[in-house]
């Protein structure tokens, strides 16, 4: 196995990236239309926090699929700061992968936005890291 090897070389770069004004209808939507289940939230280029997929679930829990609209109603309800992680752990694109998956087993989230400067980079998820496991192999 590769040792020392950046997680810059396993992370997600093209990002979606929401600001904290943002609906959580919309960013329910953006989870739906692109597939990804973690969303960096950022004012300016800053990152301030981390929105999950499961975060939002929660918020909805019990209004089923049968009623979009009272679901969105719910979900709109709450502003985005009020659910998502703020000041979330971070590492940086030279963070090597085993320190990487040392914090994620640790901890009971699911990703880590990548930083640079304050500015989200990147992202890598535990996804990821087993895509990275199964390459060596």
């Given at each position: 196995?590769?040792?020392?090897?950046?997680?810059?070389?396993?992370?997600?770069?093209?990002?979606?990236?929401?600001?904290?004004?943002?609906?959580?209808?919309?960013?329910?939507?953006?989870?739906?239309?692109?597939?990804?289940?973690?969303?960096?939230?950022?004012?300016g280029?800053?990152?301030?926090?981390?929105?999950?997929?499961?975060?939002?679930?929660?918020i909805?829990?019990?209004?089923?699929?049968?009623?979009?609209?009272?679901?969105?109603?719910?979900?709109?309800?709450?502003?985005?700061?009020?659910?998502?992680?703020?000041?979330?752990?971070?590492?940086?694109?030279?963070?090597?992968?085993?320190?990487?998956?040392?914090?994620?087993?640790?901890?009971?989230?699911?990703?880590?936005?990548?930083?640079?400067?304050?500015?989200?980079?990147?992202?890598?998820?535990?996804?990821?890291?087993?895509?990275?496991?199964?390459?060596?192999?």
């Amino acid at each position: 196995m590769k040792q020392r090897v950046p997680v810059s070389q396993i992370m997600a770069k093209a990002l979606i990236v929401v600001n904290p004004t943002k609906k959580i209808s919309e960013v329910n939507q953006m989870f739906n239309e692109y597939g990804i289940r973690h969303i960096p939230v950022v004012d300016g280029t800053k990152l301030i926090g981390v929105i999950s997929k499961n975060d939002v679930l929660k918020i909805g829990y019990g209004a089923g699929d049968t009623h979009p609209e009272a679901l969105n109603a719910i979900y709109d309800s709450y502003e985005l700061k009020d659910i998502m992680v703020q000041n979330p752990v971070t590492v940086t694109a030279e963070t090597n992968i085993k320190d990487v998956a040392e914090i994620l087993s640790e901890q009971s989230f699911h990703s880590l936005p990548v930083v640079e400067k304050e500015e989200v980079v990147g992202i890598v998820t535990t996804t990821d890291l087993v895509k990275y496991l199964l390459d060596q192999y």
